[in-house]
């Protein structure tokens, strides 16, 4: 069996899906056989050449053309352009992965969950960090219970690619096409994180309360073309603190503005029996302290048995942030083609924006919001 697929979208999400699509019969040939069909976007001759580049057959200026001439559609657009043609691909029974956040309002988010959950297809949103190896392995110590009873949980994801005043603007600086700043951009992800780690009931369960505060330190950047400024209508930063429904209780932040940081996605968990500390920036190592353990020890989470490291090369070799896209492709479309669940799918991607929004109106008020 061999997948047509058809992607929207070809800068920066296009290339690492690309790449991690051109690398699945090689590492994951138990995953089905992907072709490469057609690529989306507006600028016919930029098209043209991205095509060439990442292995398109062919390409498409308007998706509308596609989504039900394809056996699987990827949406990588900017957020604005998610629900339009994720909700009609699903519609025509094409599977769907959209990028994250799921959309950029909340009543998008709603309406695309709903597409999918009505669709009897898989419909999958791009939380790539649930497939780092090391990420697996905390999972797994956590549902072993190794850890006891879950208390206290702490999420950051900073970067600092807008630092300088004079950075470029670009749409993920505009309200209406990105939806929000480092609130979506970044605290989707660590939201989603903290979801799949700790979201079971029976420990942590859903965050149920929230209080946060957004902050813009940049008003307005040059545009691209630096012959005009335009505004920031999004946060540079936020920080929230979470209440969850047992009782546990977290922090959570994001910037695109934090000096020294490239992409530190960190999270700690802490627990009666153990902890767990883990950051993006060093993506192979699980810092674990555990009942018998006197201090916290380095797992290099790299060997044979480690989620996914079979698939690589030999114990120790360490992988990378696009291995990771390899990892989600491959157990997407496996459940494509076997007609399987996919998680994270539409539901999880607007469970996470439906904290991310609390987190919104907890700023426009001043107080602790709920959740709903």
Same mark, same amino acid.
């Given at each position: 069996m061999?997948?047509?697929v058809?992607?929207?979208?070809?800068?920066?999400?296009?290339?690492?899906?690309?790449?991690?699509?051109?690398?699945?019969?090689?590492?994951?040939?138990e995953?089905?056989?992907?072709?490469?069909?057609v690529?989306?976007?507006?600028?016919?001759?930029?098209?043209?050449?991205?095509?060439?580049?990442?292995?398109?057959?062919?390409?498409?200026?308007?998706?509308?053309?596609?989504?039900?001439?394809?056996?699987?559609?990827?949406?990588?657009?900017?957020?604005?352009?998610?629900?339009?043609? !994720?909700?009609?691909?699903?519609e025509?029974?094409?599977?769907?992965?959209?990028?994250?956040?799921?959309?950029?309002?909340?009543?998008?988010?709603?309406?695309?969950?709903?597409?999918? !959950?009505?669709?009897?297809?898989?419909?999958?949103?791009?939380?790539?960090?649930?497939?780092v190896?090391? @990420?697996?392995?905390?999972?797994?110590?956590i549902?072993?219970?190794?850890?006891?009873?879950?208390r206290?949980?702490?999420?950051?994801?900073?970067?600092?690619?807008?630092?300088?005043?004079?950075?470029?603007?670009?749409?993920?600086?505009?309200?209406?096409?990105?939806?929000?700043?480092?609130?979506?951009?970044?605290?989707?992800?660590?939201?989603?994180?903290?979801?799949?780690?700790?979201?079971?009931?029976?420990?942590?369960?859903? @965050?149920?309360?929230?209080?946060?505060?957004?902050?813009?330190?940049?008003d307005?950047?040059?545009?691209?073309d630096?012959?005009?400024r335009?505004?920031?209508?999004?946060d540079?930063?936020?920080?929230?603190?979470?209440?969850?429904?047992?009782?546990? @209780?977290g922090?959570?932040e994001?910037?695109?503005?934090?000096?020294?940081?490239?992409?530190?996605?960190?999270?700690?968990?802490h627990?009666?029996a153990?902890?767990?500390?883990?950051?993006?920036?060093?993506?192979?190592?699980?810092?674990?302290?555990?009942?018998?353990?006197?201090?916290?020890?380095?797992?290099?989470?790299?060997?044979?048995?480690d989620?996914?490291?079979?698939?690589?090369w030999?114990?120790?070799?360490?992988?990378g942030?696009?291995?990771?896209?390899?990892?989600?492709?491959?157990e997407f479309?496996?459940?494509?083609?076997?007609?399987?669940?996919?998680?994270?799918n539409?539901?999880?991607g607007?469970?996470?924006?439906?904290?991310?929004?609390?987190v919104?109106?907890?700023?426009?008020r001043?107080?602790w919001?709920?959740?709903?």
């Open positions: 061999t997948l047509d058809g992607v929207l979208g070809y800068r920066f999400m296009g290339k690492a899906h690309a790449n991690a699509l051109a690398r699945l019969p090689m590492f994951f040939p995953a089905p056989a992907v072709n490469r069909d690529l989306v976007g507006r600028d016919a001759e930029a098209l043209a050449d991205a095509a060439d580049r990442l292995g398109f057959d062919r390409t498409a200026t308007d998706w509308r053309d596609v989504v039900d001439d394809v056996d699987v559609f990827y949406n990588l657009g900017p957020n604005n352009l998610h629900p339009e043609p !994720s909700i009609a691909a699903l025509s029974g094409t599977p769907v992965f959209c990028e994250k956040p799921l959309a950029h309002t909340i009543d998008d988010a709603e309406a695309m969950a709903e597409a999918a !959950s009505e669709a009897a297809v898989p419909a999958g949103c791009a939380f790539n960090y649930r497939f190896p090391a @990420i697996r392995y905390a999972k797994g110590l549902d072993d219970g190794e850890l006891g009873e879950i206290e949980v702490r999420g950051r994801y900073l970067q600092d690619w807008l630092v300088d005043p004079e950075a470029p603007w670009s749409w993920r600086n505009d309200e209406d096409v990105a939806g929000s700043g480092a609130l979506g951009d970044l605290g989707s992800h660590t939201v989603d994180l903290l979801r799949f780690l700790v979201g079971d009931p029976d420990r942590a369960g859903e @965050i149920e309360r929230v209080s946060g505060q957004l902050r813009t330190f940049v307005e950047r040059p545009a691209a630096g012959d005009e335009r505004p920031v209508t999004v540079d930063a936020f920080t929230a603190q979470l209440e969850f429904e047992n009782g546990a @209780i922090t959570l994001g910037s695109r503005v934090a000096t020294g940081h490239k992409n530190d996605h960190a999270v700690e968990i627990g009666t153990g902890s767990l500390g883990f950051s993006l920036e060093r993506l192979n190592e699980l810092g674990v302290l555990l009942a018998d353990d006197r201090g916290y020890r380095t797992v290099l989470v790299t060997d044979d048995g989620p996914y490291v079979d698939h690589w030999p114990p120790g070799h360490v992988l942030w696009e291995h990771t896209f390899v990892h989600e492709n491959a479309l496996t459940a494509v083609a076997n007609g399987a669940s996919f998680a994270p539409f539901a999880d607007l469970a996470a924006q439906r904290v991310l929004a609390a919104e109106r907890s700023d426009d001043g107080e919001v709920t959740v709903d």
